[in-house]
């Protein structure tokens, strides 16, 4: 670990934290996350440029010497993207070779063709949470808010019955589920495993999407009944289907194994681990190699190059411009994880971590709780769920030193679920969902913000109740 002051870190190995410590550590944390707040919120700044300054602040609030303040966020950026950057990278290649080859939409068509009537609430979450899995946030919205849009209009369904379950696949996904960036950092920030991560996502995962999304969209249907606006179902033609263009597109089932094929592979991993749990066995160190989320999502890429690409009828031209078009927009989505990624080595090298240690003993507020707090409450400040799990993550990290496996990754869930609470309106989620449902911001908050808050208070439950017995 890199130190912004040997002597320091001497002296806080050698004793506890005096009182005055814990002052002016507290207050330089509030003070550093109250720049990084207002310059996303006031200013608009760009989370990475925020993420920066509020670091260079955080040290000078805390007393650092200003090069060693550089040094350590300069290399929690460099670990974090190292970490996870190629990753984030991979991730992207194939939701973008899932987009653009009609995997997608013929995973949609074929379940929607099976769907009707009171099942069709729970088609929509299915899809949005297997279309989830390997997409960004944003972009499953763009994609499905289409077609959540024409199913309620051809079928004469209330708007949120069938919206607030592909909102609940998403969200979920988005928050508790690797290979999203919030997760993968968290997993990177405190030492998780990320095949059990993974596993125990899951069964998190289920339960509340289910909760949040088929179940609470009755209710959301009664309080908001709104039908789909005809603006949005005039503009979203034909531009957000990409397949329509193409002849062909790939089969539902080799699609779907596609997607989960990264999943499967880190899941078998995990399951070795538990069950082998011997580093010199063969079978082990096979399943260590192919579970490893780097060769399991790379394996997944090459895969979809052939079972997606190929099969729609892509050349190799197009292929490689579907690559190269997919690394594009995560260019910010990598600064404002390295950034974050130094905002959080910042935050241990100064000693936050053995403050947050030392309050938890003396509050007796269990560390799954209290990260849980603290991602929500950075989520309620910036509005940002990746910024509030990176925060976050790096605030708790130190509370994992003790923990056993199955513990450190139920950490890694608290965290997701707290960055989830309460979206509103410093939050770009809010407003997409706002615009594309033709919704005020009272319906807005009502549906969208109530479902978020659900999910995080859903997570959480499940995640404690999973530490009775992991």
Not at 366 to 395: D, F
């Amino acid at each position: 670990m890199t130190s912004l002051s040997v002597e320091m870190l001497a002296a806080d190995a050698a004793e506890p934290i005096t009182s005055a410590g814990h002052a002016q550590l507290g207050i330089a944390v509030l003070a550093g996350i109250a720049v990084i707040v207002l310059l996303i919120t006031k200013f608009k700044l760009h989370a990475f440029l925020a993420l920066t300054i509020g670091s260079l602040a955080l040290g000078a609030f805390a007393g650092a010497p200003l090069a060693d303040t550089i040094k350590s966020f300069s290399t929690g950026l460099g670990n974090t993207v190292a970490g996870v950057g190629v990753l984030i990278a991979l991730g992207a290649i194939l939701g973008k070779l899932l987009a653009d080859s009609g995997g997608a939409d013929q995973i949609v068509d074929t379940i929607l063709a099976k769907a009707s009537g009171r099942a069709m609430p729970w088609a929509m979450v299915l899809i949005a949470s297997v279309i989830g899995l390997p997409l960004f946030f944003e972009v499953g919205i763009v994609l499905l808010i289409p077609v959540v849009l024409l199913v309620a209009k051809r079928g004469n369904y209330s708007l949120m019955r069938i919206g607030i379950p592909a909102l609940a696949g998403l969200s979920v996904m988005h928050g508790l589920i690797p290979p999203h960036p919030g997760p993968l950092v968290a997993i990177d920030a405190v030492g998780a495993n990320l095949g059990i991560t993974l596993a125990l996502g899951l069964v998190v995962a289920i339960p509340t999407v289910i909760i949040a999304g088929p179940l609470f969209s009755r209710v959301a249907a009664r309080w908001v009944d709104v039908p789909a606006p005809e603006k949005m179902l005039q503009n979203s033609g034909g531009a957000a289907r990409p397949s329509e263009d193409l002849e062909k597109r790939p089969g539902f089932g080799i699609t779907v194994a596609t997607v989960l094929l990264p999943v499967v592979l880190m899941l078998v991993k995990a399951l070795v681990d538990i069950v082998v749990d011997d580093p010199d066995n063969g079978v082990q160190k096979v399943t260590d190699v192919i579970g490893s989320p780097l060769i399991a999502l790379l394996a997944a890429v090459i895969v979809a190059m052939f079972t997606l690409g190929r099969a729609a009828g892509f050349s190799k031209e197009r292929l490689s411009s579907t690559v190269e078009k997919s690394l594009a927009p995560i260019a910010g989505i990598l600064l404002i994880v390295g950034a974050g990624g130094g905002f959080k080595q910042t935050l241990i090298d100064i000693g936050v971590g053995q403050m947050i240690l030392d309050f938890s003993k003396s509050w007796s507020i269990p560390a799954l709780l209290l990260a849980w707090l603290i991602a929500v409450a950075i989520r309620l400040a910036t509005g940002s769920a990746t910024v509030a799990t990176i925060s976050a993550a790096g605030l708790v990290a130190p509370l994992a030193a003790g923990m056993s496996t199955g513990e450190v990754s139920l950490l890694v869930l608290a965290i997701g679920a707290g960055s989830l609470f309460f979206s509103h309106v410093n939050d770009a989620g809010f407003w997409l969902v706002k615009e594309y449902f033709g919704l005020d911001v009272g319906q807005t908050i009502k549906t969208w913000s109530v479902m978020e808050t659900i999910i995080s208070v859903v997570g959480i439950g499940f995640v404690l109740l999973l530490s009775l017995v992991v």
